[in-house]
């Protein structure tokens, strides 16, 4: 199957939506509070409505499923784009500019494109099964650090990381980890180009996710669940290079309890 205009067609809709939310940044957004008390604004809406329109248009066979919108299958369809339009709402409404539109598309269950834009940083990281990772325009890659003493491991809440597994965060401080607070979507863009090493998530819906797979499969790192099992669907998220999964994943199962995170 030639990937090639699925890539296009998300990177597209990615940085295009990703302007759409520029309007809204740092003008003093009116916030609501969805069900789950997650913060939501217009801005967030009109990006997943454009995503939406123009994947009905160009392809109006495929399934989709976003965060503001739910969900929308197509009887029959092996197509499933996941759509996040701000991924970071919490800094997008505070005026930092770390957060992410996050597109991935499904075939047959496996996500074999997907796109992240930073609206403004104007960074755009994308990647197809095959095709390679780019990040702007040349190729992105995992860092070659092996040991975790020589790592930044990146979250967005380490009390929350606390709160799934309860001495996760010393084991990493017990490693001489470097850790920080550069998180949300920002924080796997850093993990895929090279400039971070292990990113953290307690927990993860696919649409936070959905490019992850294939940008970490073509950028040579790893991204899954907390016990190693590659894929969106676990409800949590570990990124890394390859060179420290086996010794993350060794971390990861030493700990001695886990409890189920509740947001």
Not at 22 to 28: A, E, G, Q
Not at 45 to 53: L, V
Not at 93 to 114: A, D, F, M, N, S
Not at 245 to 250: D, I, Q, R
Request: net charge negative; proline share 5%.
């Amino acid at each position: 199957m030639n990937l090639q205009p699925y890539l296009d067609f998300a990177t597209s809709l990615a940085y295009n939506a990703g302007k759409i939310t520029l309007r809204y940044f740092n003008t003093n957004i009116h916030v609501e509070l969805k069900e789950n008390n997650d913060p939501v604004t217009i801005a967030d809406r009109e990006a997943e409505s454009f995503i939406r329109a123009e994947i009905e248009r160009t392809y109006p066979g495929h399934s989709m499923v976003g965060e503001e919108f739910g969900e929308n299958e197509k009887n029959g369809s092996s197509f499933r784009w996941i759509i996040d339009p701000i991924d970071g709402t919490i800094s997008f409404i505070r005026g930092v500019p770390l957060y992410g539109v996050l597109i991935g598309l499904e075939i047959e269950g496996v996500v074999r494109v997907g796109a992240a834009y930073f609206p403004p940083l104007d960074e755009m990281l994308c990647a197809a099964d095959g095709l390679g990772c780019m990040w702007n325009g040349r190729r992105a890659r995992v860092s070659q650090v092996d040991k975790l003493s020589d790592a930044c491991v990146v979250s967005s809440d380490f009390q929350n990381l606390s709160a799934k597994m309860p001495d996760v965060v010393d084991r990493f401080r017990n490693k001489k980890s470097l850790m920080r607070t550069w998180a949300d979507a920002y924080g796997y863009l850093l993990v895929a180009t090279g400039r971070a090493e292990v990113a953290l998530d307690p927990r993860l819906d696919v649409y936070d996710c959905g490019p992850y797979p294939v940008i970490f499969r073509e950028a040579g790192g790893y991204f899954g669940s907390w016990s190693g099992e590659e894929g969106h669907t676990h409800g949590e998220g570990i990124a890394c290079n390859a060179a420290l999964k086996p010794e993350v994943m060794e971390l990861m199962r030493a700990s001695s309890s886990t409890k189920i995170f509740v947001s």
